[in-house]
């Protein structure tokens, strides 16, 4: 299974896991270390912790609903000039500071600069 690109989902500021796009769908994975911590809490409803990654052929529904709609996903498709329909593309570039305690990045926080 080939990665195209890869996610890394942060929850309050702690690294949660990756998810990752492939040539078969989408997985999204939790991070032993998170799994492990006292304070560590799910992603969402539909994904409660676990040690198996989640799979799936399309975009994850938690995930695709952090995409911006509307007006702003005019603007961000236009200022990143992204596909509207790339909604992989969209999460990583629109998802950084969203509404709620998960944040999208493309790569590691410590390696992002502001």
């Not at 989408?26 to 992603?43: K, Q, R």
Request: aromatic letters at 14%; proline letters at 7%.
């Amino acid at each position: 299974m080939n990665t195209f690109r890869t996610a890394y989902i942060y929850v309050r500021d702690s690294f949660a896991g990756l998810l990752s796009e492939t040539d078969e769908g989408y997985i999204f994975t939790y991070d032993p270390a998170y799994l492990s911590a006292p304070n560590a809490s799910a992603v969402s409803l539909t994904m409660p912790l676990s040690e198996k990654p989640y799979v799936s052929k399309t975009l994850f529904p938690f995930f695709d609903g952090l995409v911006p709609e509307g007006w702003l996903l005019e603007v961000v498709s236009r200022n990143w000039k992204l596909d509207p329909q790339d909604r992989f593309g969209l999460l990583l570039v629109a998802c950084r500071d969203g509404i709620g305690n998960v944040s999208v990045y493309d790569k590691p926080r410590s390696e992002v600069t502001e």
